[in-house]
């Protein structure tokens, strides 16, 4: 669905609350609080009234909860970031629907963010690559060390032809890659390609799997028949000209929710239905307040 399209079909309240009934209750609206379907709308109010007397609208308990922005702004927001293959930052986002303050944006991308994340993720199977890469921070001094000591690690894991997925991670070490693996891959995973780094022997034998390949990237090797890693690191790819070219500054508290982002629209490139499949898990999707999400992680 192109942009215009979407603005002309859903620019009014009345309209988008009608795909949101739809997409949340599919089978006929339910009571939050009882399950019954013995509902009425009450035009005025725009909201449901259950038979136990409980009122609740469409957006009530998920991530619209609470907002004064139009919904017909959420829905344009909704787009763009759907739509944007390397993301769009909240100051673009504020610009582009003139939204009035920038905390307002930030925190309205951060809820579709959190939305992106509900989801079920099957585990991978066929021919599966396995990498991880560092971001962020600024080098200093010489040495591998003194490059990656103050950068945050991203563990990749991508099927062929299939999805991927992304983890903010405290290390690459191969125990820390072997539990990774051990909850994504399948048992029966036809293979899995690595490079030869160290942590990724220790942890495919610590992770059981049996069936690995390896690139011998130490010796300047990256294609060897079908033995690579260029499947994954395309997406690791990916995601740097998203940090550096759209988000610029993001930081490490909330990178796991950029990864959760740029994983869910990458897994669903190939969607007609992007658009409508996100606005199915924001209405589906527990809420996020403003001070959870700004909370200071204690365990960090």
């Given at each position: 669905m192109a942009l215009l399209a979407m603005l002309k079909k859903y620019s009014t309240d009345e309209?988008?609350?009608?795909?949101?009934?739809?997409?949340?209750?599919?089978?006929?609206?339910?009571?939050?609080?009882?399950?019954?379907?013995?509902?009425?709308?009450?035009?005025?109010?725009?909201?449901?009234?259950?038979?136990?007397?409980?009122?609740?609208?469409?957006?009530?308990?998920?991530?619209f909860n609470d907002s004064h922005l139009p919904l017909e702004t959420w829905f344009a927001a909704t787009y763009l970031l759907c739509e944007a293959k390397k993301g769009m930052s909240a100051?673009?986002?504020?610009?582009?629907?003139?939204?009035?303050?920038?905390?307002?944006?930030?925190y309205l991308c951060h809820r579709i963010r959190h939305a992106m994340a509900q989801t079920d993720k099957p585990m991978l199977d066929g021919k599966v690559e396995l990498d991880a890469t560092y971001v962020g921070g600024?080098?200093?001094?010489?040495?591998?060390?003194?490059?990656?000591?103050n950068k945050e690690v991203v563990i990749g894991i991508r099927k062929?032809?299939?999805?991927?997925?992304?983890?903010?991670?405290?290390?690459?070490?191969?125990?820390?890659?072997?539990?990774?693996?051990?909850?994504?891959?399948?048992?029966?995973?036809?293979?899995?390609?690595?490079?030869?780094?160290?942590?990724?022997?220790?942890?495919?034998?610590?992770?059981?799997?049996?069936?690995?390949?390896?690139?011998t990237h130490s010796k300047g090797?990256?294609?060897?028949?079908?033995?690579?890693?260029?499947?994954?690191?395309?997406?690791?790819?990916?995601?740097?000209?998203?940090?550096?070219?759209?988000?610029?500054?993001?930081s490490a508290k909330h990178l796991a929710a950029y990864l959760e982002e740029m994983e869910f629209r990458f897994n669903r490139r190939n969607r007609s239905d992007l658009f409508l499949d996100t606005l199915r898990h924001m209405v589906t999707a527990p809420v996020l307040t403003f001070k959870k999400l700004t909370k200071v992680n204690e365990a960090a």
């Open positions: 309209k988008c609350r009608e795909i949101l009934t739809k997409l949340r209750w599919p089978e006929g609206v339910r009571c939050p609080r009882c399950k019954e379907n013995a509902v009425c709308y009450l035009v005025d109010r725009k909201q449901f009234e259950c038979s136990c007397g409980y009122q609740f609208s469409v957006t009530s308990g998920t991530v100051l673009q986002i504020k610009r582009t629907l003139g939204i009035g303050g920038y905390k307002t944006a930030w600024i080098n200093k001094g010489k040495g591998r060390i003194c490059r990656v000591d062929r032809n299939g999805d991927l997925r992304f983890f903010h991670s405290r290390d690459a070490k191969g125990g820390t890659l072997a539990r990774y693996i051990r909850e994504n891959v399948s048992q029966d995973v036809e293979v899995i390609f690595t490079d030869d780094a160290s942590a990724n022997e220790a942890a495919i034998r610590k992770s059981g799997m049996k069936n690995h390949k390896t690139i090797v990256y294609v060897m028949g079908d033995i690579h890693t260029n499947t994954v690191e395309s997406a690791f790819s990916l995601l740097k000209r998203g940090i550096m070219g759209t988000w610029h500054r993001l």
